[in-house]
């Protein structure tokens, strides 16, 4: 079956340091991916996504681009800040199973420090 | 705000009691999905309805139910309460039920079983 597989956490920065957080999935079709962000004590917020092979996606400074030949999606930033601090899901969604829901990772805390 | 609106945002009950979570999708949204987060399961896919009709099940516990009604609002119902199903519970809904189609998630119901 499909599995997302995220860098393990938490992970510590300081404001302004690169940011990359590792995800690789296993899936038997052409699925889409994405990040979702998970701020504390609130849901899930989509931060980015893509739909196909070599698609990056981006926002507030976020990127991840859909590699196929090495089945990733790693999220990146250039300079972090303390608002960035939360939960960031990788996640895909298969295309060709008649329903799309989304598989999940088991989640990156990240916490950036002053 | 995503416009998934889920009530009640909190409960606590007692373990053997049943209680319905409820949940409004985005204007226009014709899918539905309910998720449970939990400390050791991570995010899990529970169900999915589009347009009234159950589209794919997931690790969904035969104590749970769900419905999507005319006006496409859907109801979890949790019974046979134990202390395990305490998580928090996600809805989430998108337009279609495509793999590139944007989910978007509520801020979701906390339940705490005692």
């Known amino acids: 079956g499909d599995s997302v597989t995220q860098m393990e956490g938490p992970v510590t920065l300081s404001e302004e340091a690169f940011l990359t957080i590792n995800c690789t999935y296993t899936a038997t079709g052409y699925p889409s991916l994405f990040w979702y962000v998970q701020y504390p004590g609130e849901g899930l917020q989509l931060l980015l996504k893509?739909?196909?092979?070599?698609d990056k996606g981006s926002n507030k400074g976020f990127e991840a681009t859909y590699r196929k030949e090495t089945t990733s999606f790693h999220l990146e930033k250039g300079s972090v800040q303390v608002s960035d601090s939360a939960v960031y899901f990788c996640a895909l969604s298969e295309s060709g199973a008649g329903s799309y829901q989304l598989t999940f990772g088991k989640g990156t805390k990240l916490s950036v420090i002053p | 705000d995503s416009g998934v609106t889920q009530t009640p945002k909190h409960l606590i009950t007692a373990t053997g009691q049943r209680v319905t979570l409820r949940c409004s999708p985005r204007?226009?949204?014709?899918?539905v999905y309910w998720y449970q987060q939990s400390l050791d399961q991570g995010l899990q896919f529970l169900i999915q309805?589009?347009?009234?009709?159950?589209?794919a099940k997931g690790n969904i516990l035969e104590r749970f139910s769900a419905q999507q009604f005319p006006d496409l609002h859907s109801e979890l119902n949790l019974s046979s309460l134990e202390l395990g199903d305490s998580a928090l519970y996600f809805c989430?809904?998108?337009?279609?039920?495509?793999?590139?189609?944007?989910?978007?998630f509520g801020e979701g119901s906390w339940l705490t079983v005692v």
């Open positions: 989430a809904s998108s337009v279609a039920t495509g793999s590139g189609n944007t989910i978007y």
């Open positions: 204007s226009g949204d014709l899918s």
């Open positions: 893509a739909t196909k092979a070599d």
């Open positions: 309805y589009y347009n009234g009709e159950e589209r």
